[in-house]
């Protein structure tokens, strides 16, 4: 089945460090790939996506580029701030015929950005 | 204001009381799903649905039931809960089969 690995976390930063989560993926098919993140206390929200091969998704300086070729879809962002603290989440949305609205995830990276 | 709004947010409950976690959106999504949230899980599906009185299992469904009785509500429902279903629930929807999911806020439930 679908699977997504996330780098471990946490993960923390000085203010203004380059940012890199690594994500890669198993699917079959040609899924559409996302970045979700979830700030304390709130539910997830759509960063960006990616929905076919060399598509590049990017949001609030946040960049990653779907690489099918390596089966990834790496964060990456030049700057952080302290307001990016948060928790990353890499998804993927299979091709397959039970994928209705569900979303396979991985485990989730802690950002911890300090001033 | 487009949301996706679950009740409740925490809720303490002891083995074997019945409780129903709500979800109601307003952007006449046809796909709803409920997820649970662990720690160094990510995010599992619980159940989904994909339209009005059509409802399916989706990676963790054991202890749970859904009904999907008007297109905008999508309760979760825990006949007998136990401890290990102690963990922060989302329920999220979409437009279509692959579109973006928007999520609740989350409901945070402990099972003693």
């Known amino acids: 089945g679908d699977s997504v690995t996330q780098m471990e976390g946490p993960v923390t930063l000085s203010e203004e460090a380059f940012l890199t989560i690594n994500c890669t993926y198993t699917a079959t098919g040609y899924p559409s790939l996302f970045w979700y993140v979830q700030y304390p206390g709130e539910g997830l929200q759509l960063l960006l996506k990616?929905?076919?091969?060399?598509d590049k998704g990017s949001n609030k300086g946040f960049e990653a580029t779907y690489r099918k070729e390596t089966t990834s879809f790496h964060l990456e962002k030049g700057s952080v701030q302290v307001s990016d603290s948060a928790v990353y989440f890499c998804?993927?949305?299979?091709?397959?015929?039970?994928?209705?609205?569900?979303?396979?995830f991985g485990q989730g990276t802690i950002l911890t950005v300090h001033p | 204001e487009a949301q996706v709004t679950q009740n409740p947010r925490y809720l303490i409950t002891v083995t074997g009381k019945k409780l129903t976690v709500t979800c109601s959106q307003n952007m006449n999504h046809e796909y709803m799903s409920w997820y649970r949230q662990d720690p160094g899980l990510g995010l599992r599906q619980i159940y989904y649905?994909?339209?009005?009185?059509?409802?399916d299992k989706g990676d963790v469904p054991e202890g749970y039931k859904v009904s999907r009785k008007e297109k905008r509500n999508f309760p979760l429902i825990l006949e007998s809960p136990s401890p290990n279903q102690t963990s922060l629930y989302f329920c999220?929807?979409?437009?279509?089969?692959?579109?973006?999911?928007?999520f609740g806020e989350g409901s945070r439930l402990t099972v003693l």
């Open positions: 999220a929807s979409s437009l279509g089969r692959r579109g973006e999911l928007f």
């Open positions: 649905s994909m339209n009005v009185e059509v409802t």
């Open positions: 990616a929905t076919k091969a060399d």
């Open positions: 998804a993927l949305s299979g091709s397959g015929g039970t994928s209705y609205g569900k979303l396979t």
